[in-house]
């Protein structure tokens, strides 16, 4: 494979990308106006045929995950946009939003259509401001030029779109939390079932999407479900914004079919800084399990990452060369984790506080013997015990790093991790004071 996919990135370069009037000289909305003419059963099957998987970590199929919503019964139902994009590494849908946030607005537009929602939300990570005023200008805009608000393009149908932002926490990412956060609650995840599609959004039937995945409906409903399924592989078809950060000599967003290989986006992306070596990388951002320079012929999709023994997610590709300390690296990870737990949960809660403790005498050099036994046992005692996903994502990278590279967990005995890997070496790249 020896070009990229520029669909949902098309517009990035061009003159006021994130304007209505742009848009639509790219033949934005042209998919709406279709929609708005097709059944919605048709639309719903249409993106089931596409193939199109959830682009927000878990990959679960779109379309079906549509299907899922009960018979209407003459009450409310929602959609809500995941655009809480809170995990170390992962930086594809706020550039998305910023540069093309029409995409995502009619790809609301037409999901609503399909799903018979007349109140749609996006939730976005309070942070980032600059996006949430684009996005609001980019909904205004739509409404005005009746793509949204009453009787849109004229054939009836009502559809209100709410930007709400977060007040910042880790935990409203996943569905449920972020739910509850949008009602007016503290953001804790939810005992399931019952699921968002039965009893989701003020105990309404409600999908939940994140925003690429809702961006890459209009294309599919207007180019058709062939189209979107003539890329990538047989299971995990079409495009994706695969986001490439760390020690690479050009970081930023590289748009390619799904089942383009690692070693291919590293060349793309210049490859790794002059003078210096890949030693470790993540396929999906800091919660999925670290893969190296074996794995770098791997084939990104769903599968392939699997079976190397990692998780795809949100094609947040972190990238370290041999300056960095994989003790200090998974360190800050747990404690970004640990902060962000909700305490919910005792595996998460409390697991993720001794984690970070175990983590710290390592990189200090003051490990005991039963320090790296007690990582992994207390690993394996949160994943797949916790309420949700969080704890999952702490155990992951702890337990793949001892597995590639338990000799510096050793070293971590007797030895502090900046004298085997002194700051120095890093402050030339990144620019940073020693």
Request: charged letters at 20%.
């Amino acid at each position: 494979m020896s070009t990229l996919a520029p669909v949902l990135s098309d517009l990035w370069d061009a003159p006021q990308s994130w304007k209505l009037d742009t848009y639509v000289s790219r033949n934005g909305y042209d998919g709406l106006r279709k929609a708005m003419e097709t059944d919605p059963a048709e639309l719903i099957t249409m993106v089931k045929d596409s193939g199109l998987r959830g682009r927000g970590g878990a990959g679960f199929p779109t379309g079906l995950k549509w299907s899922f919503l009960p018979k209407p019964d003459g009450g409310p139902r929602y959609l809500v946009v995941n655009a809480d994009e809170s995990e170390p590494g992962t930086c594809k849908d706020i550039p998305l939003m910023m540069a093309n946030p029409h995409a995502l607005i009619e790809g609301v537009a037409i999901t609503s259509v399909a799903i018979g929602c007349h109140h749609a939300f996006i939730y976005l990570r309070g942070e980032v401001v600059h996006v949430y005023r684009r996005l609001l200008a980019a909904v205004r805009e739509a409404k005005e030029a009746g793509y949204l608000g009453s009787d849109v393009l004229g054939t009836g149908y009502d559809l209100e779109v709410t930007v709400h932002a977060g007040a910042g926490a880790y935990i409203c990412g996943e569905e449920t939390a972020l739910l509850d956060s949008l009602e007016g609650r503290r953001g804790q995840p939810r005992l399931k079932p019952p699921f968002p599609a039965v009893a989701g959004l003020y105990a309404r039937p409600t999908v939940v999407n994140n925003v690429e995945s809702i961006a890459s409906v209009p294309g599919i409903v207007r180019r058709g479900a062939d189209w979107f399924a003539s890329m990538g592989t047989e299971k995990s078809k079409g495009h994706g914004l695969f986001s490439l950060s760390g020690h690479v000599a050009r970081p930023g967003q590289y748009e390619a079919p799904l089942g383009i290989t690692f070693r291919e986006l590293l060349d793309m992306a210049g490859g790794i800084r002059d003078g210096h070596e890949l030693k470790f990388w993540t396929p999906g951002g800091s919660s999925t399990p670290i893969l190296t320079a074996e794995h770098l012929d791997v084939v990104l999709d769903y599968e392939s990452v699997g079976a190397a023994g990692s998780m795809l997610a949100t094609r947040a590709l972190q990238v370290f060369d041999e300056t960095t300390s994989v003790v200090r690296c998974v360190s800050r990870w747990i404690d970004f984790y640990q902060h962000e737990s909700c305490g919910k949960c005792t595996p998460c809660r409390e697991g993720t506080f001794w984690l970070k403790q175990i983590l710290q005498r390592l990189e200090a050099g003051e490990g005991t013997e039963s320090d790296i036994d007690l990582l992994l046992d207390v690993a394996g005692n949160i994943e797949g015990r916790s309420f949700c996903a969080l704890g999952d994502a702490a155990a992951t990278p702890v337990k793949s790093a001892i597995k590639h590279f338990r000799d510096e967990f050793e070293q971590g005995l007797h030895t502090p991790a900046w004298e085997l890997f002194p700051y120095e070496a890093n402050a030339a790249f990144t620019g940073v004071s020693s």
